[in-house]
């Protein structure tokens, strides 16, 4: 299984991008997908999630309402749309594919680089 990442780059504050991170290799409308990033300095860290079907989502308070998740299963392909966007959103970003709820992320992408600047 395979995660291609795309569409990182640099904004911005206040502006907007979307990510998006295409599957190959898998069964995409079987796993639970997410997103998640790593500051400079810091630890990885959950964005948002979403299942299967694409009707429920889940989210990081620190980007609750300005960050949406969402899928398109006939694509194989999840996105992340960045809205609002601030300097501490500045990280490289990272989709992963889980089997399992999220208990253990499967597979993982290569990670885009989203640079907020002030």
């Known amino acids: 299984v395979q995660l291609q990442v795309s569409g990182g780059g640099l904004v911005q504050a206040g502006g907007s991008l979307r990510l998006s991170c295409v599957v190959s290799?898998?069964?995409?409308?079987?796993?639970?997908m997410g997103w998640f990033r790593q500051a400079p300095g810091k630890e990885r860290e959950f964005v948002a999630a979403v299942y299967w079907s694409g009707g429920r989502t889940s989210y990081a308070d620190s980007v609750k309402g300005r960050f949406t998740i969402s899928r398109d299963n006939a694509k194989n392909t999840v996105y992340l749309q960045m809205n609002s966007l601030k300097p501490e959103d500045t990280a490289v970003y990272y989709c992963?594919?889980?089997?399992?709820?999220?208990?253990?992320?499967?597979?993982w992408g290569q990670g885009t680089l989203v640079t907020v600047s002030s």
């Open positions: 290799g898998g069964t995409f409308s079987s796993y639970y």
């Open positions: 992963a594919a889980s089997k399992s709820y999220g208990s253990i992320w499967d597979y």
